[in-house]
């Protein structure tokens, strides 16, 4: 793309802005400033005043519960480890994160939980990926989204750690693909003279960024039916958990969904529901008083299923039924930029939005989901601040409980 050529793209959304400065950059900040420019989708900012998606009645849904599971754990783990042996199932780790919060400049993946040894959380997941390997004598494909702000150190880091002792040919990554921050009006921020400011586009993007790769193709030429996607920051969590594979599998739904009980009504996790009779996730902060006090037959909480982002998706159900453009949120976040004078700000309150695709979305287009029930104290410890809830201190005492030494 030219210069003629950028100034139609962007006179034809108002955001000529973007080229301000353009006759003070470099020869190098120029072409890559054009090559953003030509490769940035910026249709999400139509949502700028729409508001986003807007959500629909909301309604309990059930779960496979911890006793039923228990129950037909032979069961389920025999058509889980023969659908791993067979090669139907793949893992997606969602590692696009930094670990700012934890006070660290490096991507998420590389933070060192360790007491008396270096314990990094990629380490932990890869070996909680290894108790598959040994139970099933199979490796299965591990694709690892990562993000343009830590892509390059985290390749980097995970080859230099050999994998962790995972075979280097099951290891695939790719971009997650970013989208533009703007104001309130829907004009784009620069993040420098010649970038355009833009962050990752949710945790729903995984599946269209994985197909622009060419790994969902992949991934059908391996054989792979089923993707385990997981976060990054839980470093208990159970992958390409056999009695998870086999639950969902046995079951005939389109995706399952790990879930724990909440440990208090307002937790700050989504909690698995129907949304106009569809599978979907309600977010803690859309609970109304009226959710949060309603009970079940057994006189339990109605919305106690927190999901813990770790889903097994078939690709098939994604592929027909999952089409055309996700729905955006439009989410309003502090924003760095710079102003018109080209001076760096880091504002101290939200100034405008972030568009994001969710993956409560992908579960709500299909048909039918399988909340499954895991122990929250043996599977969920996410890594979310330095210290207090949800943080290094209490994901490194729930190791410490299962056994794991730091």
């Not at 360790?114 to 004598?137: A, K, S």
């Not at 440990?263 to 909690?271: D, F, T």
């Not at 939200?350 to 579960?363: A, C, F, R, T």
Request: charged letters at 25%; proline letters at 4%.
């Amino acid at each position: 793309m030219n210069y003629e050529e950028a100034c139609q793209k962007l006179a034809a959304i108002d955001q000529l802005h973007v080229l301000k400065f353009y006759d003070e950059l470099t020869a190098e900040q120029r072409a890559d400033l054009l090559s953003q420019i030509e490769n940035t989708d910026f249709s999400a900012l139509e949502n700028c005043h729409k508001g986003g998606t807007k959500r629909g009645e909301f309604a309990p849904l059930g779960a496979l519960e911890l006793p039923e599971i228990e129950e037909k754990k032979e069961y389920f783990t025999q058509i889980g480890v023969k659908a791993i042996q067979e090669g139907k199932v793949g893992a997606v780790l969602l590692a696009g994160g930094m670990g700012t919060r934890l006070g660290s400049d490096g991507p998420k993946g590389v933070y060192d939980i360790g007491l008396t040894h270096p314990v990094y959380i990629f380490e932990r997941l890869i070996e909680n990926m290894m108790d598959v390997v040994r139970q099933t004598g199979t490796y299965f494909h591990l694709f690892v989204m990562t993000s343009d702000k830590n892509d390059a150190v985290t390749r980097a880091f995970l080859k230099e750690k050999d994998y962790f002792g995972y075979p280097e040919k099951y290891v695939h990554f790719f971009l997650q693909k970013m989208a533009p921050a703007s104001d309130y009006d829907g004009h784009v921020y620069l993040e420098e003279k010649y970038k355009i400011s833009t962050s990752p586009n949710g945790n729903g993007g995984w599946f269209t960024s994985m197909q622009e790769a060419g790994l969902t193709a992949y991934a059908h030429e391996q054989g792979i039916e089923w993707l385990n996607i997981f976060a990054v920051d839980n470093v208990l969590q159970h992958i390409a958990d056999p009695v998870f594979v086999g639950a969902t599998l046995d079951s005939g739904v389109s995706v399952g969904a790990k879930v724990v009980h909440k440990n208090a009504p307002r937790e700050g996790v989504g909690v698995m529901c129907l949304e106009d009779g569809r599978p979907s996730i309600v977010e803690y902060y859309e609970l109304t008083d009226e959710m949060v006090e309603a009970k079940n037959e057994k006189g339990e909480p109605a919305y106690n299923f927190g999901v813990i982002l770790n889903y097994i998706f078939n690709i098939h159900a994604l592929e027909t039924l999952f089409k055309g453009k996700m729905p955006c949120h439009v989410v309003e976040k502090k924003i760095p930029h710079i102003d018109e004078n080209g001076v760096h700000i880091e504002p101290e309150s939200p100034n405008g939005y972030k568009y994001e695709e969710l993956v409560l979305d992908m579960i709500h287009q299909l048909d039918t989901c399988l909340p499954f029930e895991v122990e929250r104290e043996r599977e969920f410890a996410p890594i979310k601040n330095r210290t207090g809830v949800d943080s290094v201190e209490s994901a490194r005492a729930l190791c410490e409980k299962n056994g794991i030494v730091l």
